[in-house]
């Protein structure tokens, strides 16, 4: 039995009604989502405490907080030329050994932190 062209083009309509049914929920609830997420990352990247200034310092390490363990990130305890005494983060295979000359950033923040990073070390 043949289908007319009409009766056709109105079952392929129905088909395609039925699809939409199933599927426009899963795709509203998924745009819905993706707008939420997206809200909340400006939401919070609006209130990251932003770096002001970045400064480097010559300081010498003069002792370990932590790290050492392999995985390359340690805590070290700097002496800045300038005599202040800062923790700084390093990313190194090899720690610096107590004594060693390195290159510190310190960067002030938004919220009047500051942090330190070690750059470079100067003599292993």
């Known amino acids: 039995m043949r289908l007319s062209e009409e009766k056709a083009r109105r079952l392929t309509v129905l ?3 039925e699809r939409m049914r199933q599927w426009l929920p899963a795709l509203a609830s998924a745009v819905a989502l993706t707008g939420l997420l997206a ?5 919070r990247l609006g209130h990251l405490d932003r770096t002001v200034a ?3 310092h010559n300081g010498t390490v003069i002792g370990l907080e932590s790290g050492g363990n392999g995985r390359g990130a340690s805590l070290l305890r ?4 300038d005599g202040r005494d800062v ?3 390093g990313a190194f295979r090899v720690v610096p050994r107590i004594g060693a000359h390195v290159l510190v950033a310190g960067a ?3 919220s009047g932190q500051s ?3 070690v750059l470079r070390v100067f003599d292993q």
């Not at 809200?39 to 939401?43: A, D, Q, S, T």
């Not at 700097?78 to 030329?81: E, S, T």
């Open 115 to 117: 942090t330190y990073r």
């Open 87 to 89: 923790d700084a983060t």
């Open 108 to 110: 002030r923040h938004a």
């Open 39 to 43: 809200v909340l990352f400006v939401y």
């Open 54 to 56: 970045v400064q480097d």
């Open 78 to 81: 700097v002496h800045l030329d």
């Open 15 to 17: 088909v395609w009604h």
